[in-house]
């Protein structure tokens, strides 16, 4: 084990590396914890039954990681129920009359197209990387539907990504285990 209890004397030989006399303890390291945290170390049944909650608000560093990757789950959401919004606005129709059901028969396809393609884009982009970004500026800067469509596809391989790393990462930057459930559940909520 790379940490030792705060009670004892003299750091235990580390398992994982047989050739090392002894492991850091944590007051030389100058880690600071909260007063449960040890004896989580070395009891994994304590840390099996620990509510965990306090141990993370008692860092600020694992609030600050934690609310950073549910920022993935906030603008999955948000690049989701924008376009509900954004279709009804009489500048949006103006700009890109292909989707205005007064001005062409084909709207409601279009529209389902402009729907589906951030999906189709977030399939392929689960497996891929950086898209998001890209596909708001190319949406944002768009003067026609073709570019912006493009845009949509784009920014659903981003989101994509982000669908499929951010609960990744938040179970895997977190060592307490009803935290991991927890903020794994608070990613979908964001």
């Not at 845009?151 to 989101?159: N, Q, S």
């Amino acid at each position: 084990m790379l940490f030792t209890n705060k009670s004892s004397d003299k750091p235990k030989p580390s398992r994982c590396a047989p050739d090392r006399d002894s492991t850091s303890t944590l007051e030389s390291l100058r880690v600071e914890l909260h007063t449960d945290t040890a004896k989580y170390v070395e009891d994994s049944e304590a840390l099996a039954n620990a509510i965990a909650l306090n141990d993370v608000f008692a860092n600020p560093l694992v609030v600050a990681a934690a609310f950073s990757a549910c920022m993935g789950g906030l603008l999955f959401g948000f690049d989701q129920g924008i376009l509900s919004i954004v279709l009804t606005m009489p500048q949006f129709l103006s700009q890109f009359p292909d989707v205005d059901k007064d001005a062409s028969f084909s709207a409601a396809f279009n529209k389902g197209i402009m729907t589906a393609l951030l999906e189709l884009g977030a399939l392929i982009g689960a497996f891929q990387a950086g898209f998001f970004i890209i596909g708001s500026i190319i949406q944002t800067t768009s003067f026609s539907f073709a570019q912006l469509v493009v845009g949509r596809f784009i920014g659903g391989l981003g989101v994509g990504l982000l669908s499929a790393v951010a609960p990744v990462y938040i179970s895997e930057g977190e060592s307490l285990t009803q935290l991991i459930s927890r903020a794994v559940g608070r990613h979908v909520h964001f």
